[in-house]
T-cell receptor, first 109, second 114 residues
Framework: QKEVEQNSGPLSVPEGAIASLNCTYS??????FFWYRQYSGKSPELIMS????GDKEDGRFTAQLNKASQYVSLLIRDSQPSDSATYLC?????????FGAGTRLTVKP | DGGITQSPKYLFRKEGQNVTLSCEQN?????MYWYRQDPGQGLRLIYY???????QKGDIAEGYSVSREKKESFPLTVTSAQKNPTAFYLC?????????????FGSGTRLTVV
């Protein structure tokens, strides 16, 4: 079992729709959870962090965490073509961070 | 502006050659990391350092070496022992250790074997 698992996609949604990205992790001791956005050929950019169970909203982005189910998700409301990218889920360990392989999202105009 | 600078952006290596990738940060972050990214794969940890003059192997350290002589700098050498070095290399740093507040990434170095 991979430490952080994501659906590789690709996920395609029409402009204005809600995109839902999911992630599961294996280390129950993890305390910090992150979503990074990576455009093609570029480095990852931190867009959301979440540390406690529940929802955290920032603009069009909502991160959801359920530690009992070891599940993290990212919702993107009113998706725009500029949201087309690969989204990486990351989970911290004691001394470093583990990344999922990423979900590629395409938002069609 | 604070950030992480990686250089060069593109690097070409001949067979049997050692090459060094530069990573410099002015964020005053304690910890620094090197990751490798292959197409369609997640980031894999090569080496990390939580303090000057100390560093630890990650999951795929074979064929790589690092140094941490200054807090700001964490260069990565890809040696001839690394048989498949073509990849996108990312340097990151974090406040404290363990990345509990997230990483800041450099812009990356794309290494190609010719």
């Amino acid at each position: 079992q991979k430490e952080v698992e994501q659906n590789s996609g690709p996920l395609s949604v029409p402009e204005g729709a809600i995109a839902s990205l999911n992630c599961t992790y294996s280390d129950r001791g993890s305390q910090s959870f992150f979503w990074y956005r990576q455009y093609s050929g570029k480095s990852p950019e931190l867009i959301m962090s979440i540390y406690s169970n529940g929802d955290k909203e920032d603009g069009r982005f909502t991160a959801q965490l359920n530690k009992a189910s070891q599940y993290v998700s990212l919702l993107i409301r009113d998706s725009q073509p500029s949201d087309s990218a690969t989204y990486l889920c990351a989970v911290n360990r004691l001394r470093d961070m583990r990344f999922g392989a990423g979900t590629r999202l395409t938002v069609k105009p | 502006d604070g950030g992480i600078t990686q250089s060069p952006k593109y690097l070409f290596r001949k067979e049997g050659q050692n090459v060094t990738l530069s990573c410099e940060q002015n964020l005053n972050h304690d910890a620094m990391y090197w990751y490798r990214q292959d197409p369609g794969q997640g980031l894999r940890l090569i080496y990390y350092s939580q303090i000057v003059n100390d560093f630890q192997k990650g999951d795929i350290a074979e064929g790589y070496s690092v140094s941490r002589e200054k807090k700001e700098s964490f260069p990565l050498t890809v040696t001839s022992a690394q048989k498949n070095p073509t990849a996108f290399y990312l340097c990151a740093s974090s406040v404290g250790t363990g990345g509990q507040y997230g990483y800041t990434f450099g812009s990356g170095t794309r290494l190609t074997v010719v």
